[in-house]
């Protein structure tokens, strides 16, 4: 009996042996196939072909960006980047023209496009075009500016900064630096999501607030404005500009002018960090435009494949974040490549 015991034992130990072989086999298999996975399409993005095999849809954006304006690059290679990922066909358009954008959105609802991301920094002119995408089955996603209208007019979820929180920061920023009377720089008429950027800082503000209206499109006029303003009222000491590209013409303002007022600017670029990093600006709001466009075309893919839908009837933020000389030395590589 002693000797059927140990020959069962020894039995019982085999198969053990076998069985955890077997399994540690097969689960290590398991974990170098989906390591594989990842890994491969990791490589196919770096390398410019979809990590996934769905079909070759086609997302259309349509922006209020004028000619010339790097925060739209940055947010066009955050989609673009995800349309790689995404086997989607991107297409951009842009008009600072109300009208014109809606005819845009128009003209894609015409190709029976897949996907739409717009902006509503106009609503009232865009609101017409964005139902009619949602009457012909296009799902919407705005971006940037509409959060207030976005879900009202039938778009999926809104990505973005909230543009009246955004201003807030500002003003208190301003609060902390001691600044007594600044003078916000609206570059586009008729924008509500400037309006309230503008309307933000006057808020929090402790100081006296001036809105100052330029053609954003002329960008010597742009200076020259904000220069006859500083050498008329030397009482101000912060210019707050609505973009990047209009940091660099406050700071030249500035300079002709002879004022000691500090340039702060909305939104980031590779001169705005530099700027930052020199110590010519003071300080920037970061709204991430790469993750607007990014996000934007990535949900749209997930709405096709999965029905997938964020912010559960809000807004998906994406800034703001005050950035200032501390941070510029680590964001510069980002900036540089067109990314932050």
Partial sequence: M??????VRAVRAVLATVLG???????AGCSATGGKRAEDARKAAAEGRSAVDTPRWTVAMVTHSGDGDTFWDIVQNGAKQAAVKD???????????GQQQAQLVDSYIDKKVDGLIVTLAKPDAMKAAVARAVKAGIPVITVNSGSEQSK???ALTHIGQDETIAGEAVGDELDKRGRKKALCVLHEQGNVGH??????????FDGDLQNLY????????VQASIEAKLQTDRSIDAVVTLGAPFA???????KAAGSDAEIDTFDLNAKVAAGLKSGQLGFAVDQQPYLQGYEAVDLLWLYRYNADVLGGGRPVLTGPQIITEKDAAALAQFTERGTR
């Fill in 87 to 97: 086997n989607i066909n991107f297409l951009y358009a842009h008009s600072d023209e």
């Fill in 248 to 254: 660099d013409a406050a700071a030249q303002a500035k």
């Fill in 152 to 154: 009202a007019f039938g």
């Fill in 214 to 221: 330029v053609d954003g499109t002329n960008m010597p006029d």
């Fill in 21 to 27: 072989v077997s399994l540690a086999a097969t689960v």
């Fill in 2 to 7: 002693a000797r059927v015991r140990t020959g």
């Fill in 195 to 204: 309006e309230q950027r503008c309307g933000g800082v006057k808020k929090t």
